[in-house]
């Protein structure tokens, strides 16, 4: 069987899988959406969780053709024909009736094949290069869905959604390295006396500790700024963006409850921390 037919077989199944997960890791503010807004976001998930798959979990020598194969099918959307994935079917549908344009879908295939051959980041900047990759595409596709996207609008939501990768990569720090990433900054792990053997411990070393604090901060600062885009937005995008941010703010408190203790344990935000802060994140005026 060719690597495109496999593909093809296993498109389905990661479909319904995504769609399963999606009702579980969506935001509250996400379920409560109308059904019009709430199936375009399931099938930007679906494609985004296509993409991270083949990139994480297909076979390391057959990842870069089959992230090839989804993007020769992105551009059969974009040229008027039918692709032939099912993911990708459903997506025409959102990218027509949206007009959503093809480069944040772009970037995102990118940013899964740089996880191909960059495993290590030197600096925050380089990371948030990453993120500009790897996350922030997600938001302007959102900003798109709703019928939102204006330049000021996107610059916001380049910030909340950077900063929810960052804080993604302080919860799952282990398990990247555990499958050979490291997406923390290489000098800040120097600064604070680190080495990779921490992020192997059993427990959160003191040191790393510290190295997992200083991102979460920087990801609370960049929260704080994005929010602002929840001002400018009226109705369901507004009630969606604001689930966005409340997220990233609750997870951040987890963090501070856990002591930033990552590799002890999962560390996820509480219902009754995203329910409070959804609530003050739409109270911005």
Not at 90 to 117: H, K, M, S, Y
Not at 172 to 191: F, K, M, S, T, V
């Amino acid at each position: 069987m060719s690597v495109s037919e496999r593909l093809r077989n296993a498109d389905e199944e990661r479909r319904t899988r995504a769609e399963l997960q999606s009702r579980e890791n969506f935001p509250v503010a996400t379920r409560l959406l109308p059904a019009r807004h709430r199936e375009h976001l399931l099938n930007v998930y679906g494609y985004a969780r296509l993409v991270d798959d083949i990139g994480d979990e297909a076979p390391p020598a057959e990842r870069a053709e089959l992230l090839d194969l989804v993007e020769r099918d992105l551009d059969r959307v974009y040229a008027g024909t039918a692709p032939e994935l099912p993911v990708i079917r459903d997506l025409a549908g959102t990218i027509v009736a949206r007009r959503i344009p093809a480069e944040p879908f772009r970037r995102l295939i990118e940013a899964n094949r740089r996880d191909q051959t960059v495993t290590r980041y030197a600096t925050f900047d380089d990371l948030v290069g990453y993120c500009a990759l790897s996350a922030d595409p997600v938001g302007h596709i959102v900003l798109h869905v709703f019928g939102a996207a204006t330049p000021a609008r996107l610059r916001l939501s380049d910030k909340v959604c950077t900063a929810l990768q960052i804080i993604e990569h302080c919860q799952d720090a282990g398990e990247d390295h555990r499958n050979g990433r490291i997406y923390l900054p290489g000098d800040d792990l120097r600064r604070f006396g680190c080495v990779e053997a921490d992020l192997a411990a059993p427990v959160t070393p003191t040191r790393l500790r510290g190295v997992i604090a200083l991102q979460a901060g920087r990801a609370k600062r960049m929260l704080d700024e994005g929010a602002a885009l929840t001002t400018g937005l009226r109705a369901f995008a507004r009630v969606a963006v604001a689930g966005y941010v409340a997220g990233g703010l609750a997870a951040i408190a987890g963090l501070e409850r856990d002591a930033y203790d990552v590799l002890g344990g999962p560390s996820r935000p509480r219902k009754g921390r995203l329910l409070a802060e959804w609530s003050r994140t739409l109270g911005r005026r």
